[in-house]
Nanobody
Framework: QVQLVESGGGLVHPGGSLRLSCAAS????????MGWYRQAPGKERELVAT???????NTADSVKGRFTISRDNAKNRVFLQMNSLKPEDTAVYYCYLKQTFAYWGQGTQVTVSS
């Protein structure tokens, strides 16, 4: 079994920054994909960014140039640095890990508001 625990969400003003962290535990394979999805009220869950074990990233156009994904393979952690936040970035952000199966964290709320 795999557990994912997110941290780092909160309330921030437009233009501000937040850094999300996700710690994976359990049976983690050396080759996998980790990342972040988000879901705003009334909308479907959408990809934010993913990163594989080799460091290759995939980032949604809506956050390119503002959000940066990174990971620490030794500690099974993935991070999302979010800069220049906008009100439309408000959502619950979910950590994701894909190896044989896909696993999800419980989510962390990010609210961008003045």
């Amino acid at each position: 079994q795999v557990q994912l625990v997110e941290s780092g969400g909160g309330l921030v003003h437009p233009g501000g920054s937040l850094r999300l962290s996700c710690a994976a535990s359990g049976r983690i394979f050396s080759i996998n994909v980790m990342g972040w999805y988000r879901q705003a009220p009334g909308k479907e869950r959408e990809l934010v960014a993913t990163i594989n074990s080799g460091g290759t990233t995939n980032t949604a156009d809506s956050v390119k140039g503002r959000f940066t994904i990174s990971r620490d393979n030794a500690k099974n952690r993935v991070f999302l640095q979010m800069n220049s936040l906008k009100p439309e970035d408000t959502a619950v952000y979910y950590c994701y890990l894909k190896q044989t199966f896909a696993y999800w964290g419980q989510g962390t709320q990010v609210t961008v508001s003045s």
